[in-house]
């Protein structure tokens, strides 16, 4: 992957220069990142966080965050806290700047009563099922509701006693009166208001009994905060002549623009909360900050970085078409990231112990190495070297050709930052099953070969006496299917991954581990990228969630089929 950095501009920037030039919005430039505070944010949020807040940071405006909370019902106050959480973590700030729907109730009852005054809504009995007899069909218009005619005063009235709490849900809802012959569906009396009995808001408890729609709230909101862009995905592009129908006939001096962008999808993953809602509610994964999640709360236990994930929304870019972005770009983010600033660290996932003969028992030496091959800032550490040791099991073999630069029966291999050591004898248990090697190592080889002997392979290391035992996690995609979304009508539940994670029980670090805190990433040398989890600690060993493999092993998978 390259490293060029995409420029920053994209269709959107050029709108927002254009107004600029022209003074419109009087050379303002507000935004607002608005979720629904019914579940985790995703990667696909992301996106959308580093635009909005981009925006603000680039043409020196300001961006809000508001909760789009008009749907009491599948929201709670846990993913409020969570999204503020994300947005912080990710590196954005919206000061002061905290708004909620809700905050809006009152203004927005208002403008439903002027509407209702001017003629433009109207409280309608249909049903649910007559509504959608009623609203016709893509190639057939609508058909006015009974109610459609209902007299000002008639509509104020029971439109006051919907809020009163005397109608049960669904018995009314109020409409705008728009046109039921629009081909633009949106636009066929759309219902602004309905009644939801019995639930709890999270911000206004049970004030109220009639809950406003998202396509009325949304450029109300975006008005009274003086929004000037507002910036959304392609799903609400027919939906942008009710926004702007919305503002047209109520009594407001602001009228920001919608615009529209494509979503951001990423292979072998789903973004939707729904989903990632089902995965948790189900126990397919182990909650929302599973490390497989695509989730800010599961990337960040994982170990990835909010510069990471910033970068890589600046290189996916932003455009209007649709767009299916590999797995194997963000992970090409943090890997690049973690190079530059991950100190590196020894640790054995699959120990095979081996005795230096020659060391005598309890002769430890302190080796001094450094943290990073390209980085002297990052100082050096201490790693001990003593008669028991454990190498990885797929770094021996008892016979194998040239191309093998490991450990074979007879042969040598060099201990990265320590010495040369020859494999003298195999110890095999019943099974035939190689559980021991008896190896020398050789004094005159510390940090170079002798003269005369080029030794080619090097291979990490865990002194037995100082380890500290590890459990580490690998994990792999969540689903073996690249769309799981869209997928020939398979549901995407079918297509998770059996082999999304494995957890080796039996690893062992370098003694400077057992230092490591919730959060702190390596590079354990040779085997990839690492973060010690912050949820699993157990008290007799550190839990290490794989981050990222060193190199990308993607293409090689999916070559083969996978
Ligand atoms: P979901 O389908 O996951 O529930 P949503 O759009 O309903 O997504 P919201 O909480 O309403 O979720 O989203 C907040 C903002 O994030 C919206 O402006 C939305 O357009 C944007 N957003 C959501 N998903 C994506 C995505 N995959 N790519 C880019 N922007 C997204
Ligand atoms: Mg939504």
Request: hydrophobic share 35%; charged share 30%.
């Amino acid at each position: 992957m390259s490293h060029q950095t995409e420029a920053p501009s994209n269709f959107i920037h050029k709108i927002i220069e254009a107004d600029i030039a022209s003074g419109k919005h009087g050379g303002r430039v507000a935004t607002r990142f608005p979720p629904e505070p019914n579940g985790y944010l995703h990667i696909g949020h992301a996106k959308s966080i580093c635009l909005n807040f981009g925006l603000a940071v680039d043409f020196n405006g300001r961006c809000n965050l508001r909760f789009d909370d008009t749907n009491p019902h599948k929201e709670n106050i846990e993913y409020v806290e969570a999204i503020q959480q994300d947005v912080r973590w990710l590196g954005f700030d919206w000061d002061d700047r905290l708004y909620y729907a809700s905050d809006y109730f009152e203004q927005l009852y208002l403008y439903a009563v002027e509407l209702i005054n001017k003629g433009r809504a109207y409280v309608c009995d249909l049903d649910a099922e007559q509504v959608r007899d009623y609203r016709g069909t893509l190639t057939e218009p609508g058909r006015n509701s009974p109610y459609r005619e209902r007299s000002v005063a008639e509509n104020l009235e029971l439109f006051a006693r919907m809020r009163a709490g005397e109608f049960p849900d669904g018995a009314k809802v109020l409409r705008a009166k728009i046109d039921m012959a629009s081909p633009n569906m949106n636009l066929r009396d759309p219902a602004l208001y309905r009644i939801r009995h019995g639930v709890i808001h999270h911000q206004t408890g049970e004030a109220w009994c009639i809950y406003p729609l998202y396509d009325y709230t949304h450029p109300i909101s975006d008005a009274l905060e003086g929004i000037t862009h507002s910036i959304c995905t392609l799903e609400f592009e027919d939906h942008r002549p009710l926004y702007d129908w919305v503002l047209d006939h109520i009594t407001i001096d602001c009228h920001p623009q919608q615009i529209e962008f494509s979503r951001l999808n990423l292979e072998h993953t789903v973004v939707s909360k729904r989903k990632l809602t089902q995965l948790v509610d189900d126990g397919h994964v182990e909650g929302w900050d599973d490390p497989r999640m695509p989730t800010l709360a599961g990337l960040r236990r994982r170990g990835y970085t909010p510069a990471a994930i910033r970068t890589f929304c600046e290189r996916i870019g932003v455009s209007r078409a649709d767009s299916l972005v590999e797995m194997a770009l963000l992970e090409n983010c943090i890997r690049e990231d973690l190079n530059d600033i991950a100190p590196r660290r020894m640790a054995v996932l699959k120990p095979l112990k081996v005795v230096i003969e020659n060391l005598a028992e309890g002769q430890v030496e302190e080796l001094e190495v450094p943290n990073h091959p390209q980085q002297p800032a990052l100082g050096t550490r201490r790693v001990p070297l003593s008669r028991v040791i454990y190498i990885d099991q797929d770094d021996f073999r008892e016979e194998a050709s040239k191309k093998f630069k490991r450990l074979v029966a007879g042969g040598e291999v060099r201990l990265r930052f320590a010495y040369v050591i020859r494999c003298d004898q195999v110890i095999k248990d019943a099974q035939g099953n190689v559980i021991e090697l008896r190896c020398s190592y050789d004094p005159a080889t510390l940090g170079a070969d002798p003269a005369g002997r080029k030794v080619k392979g090097v291979i990490h290391w865990v002194s037995a006496a100082h380890a500290v035992p590890l459990e580490v996690r690998l994990y792999d995609r969540l689903f073996t299917h690249k769309t799981p979304d869209n997928a020939g009508g398979r549901d995407y539940r079918e297509l998770l991954n059996p082999e999304s994670l494995r957890t080796l029980t039996q690893a062992v670090g370098e003694r400077s581990l057992a230092q490591a805190r919730a959060g702190d990433r390596f590079q354990f040398e040779r085997e990839g990228y690492f973060c010690l989890d912050g949820v699993l600690a157990a008290k007799d060993r550190q839990v290490f969630n794989r981050i990222v493999t060193l190199r990308d092993s993607w293409a090689k998978i999916e070559e083969q089929g996978g």
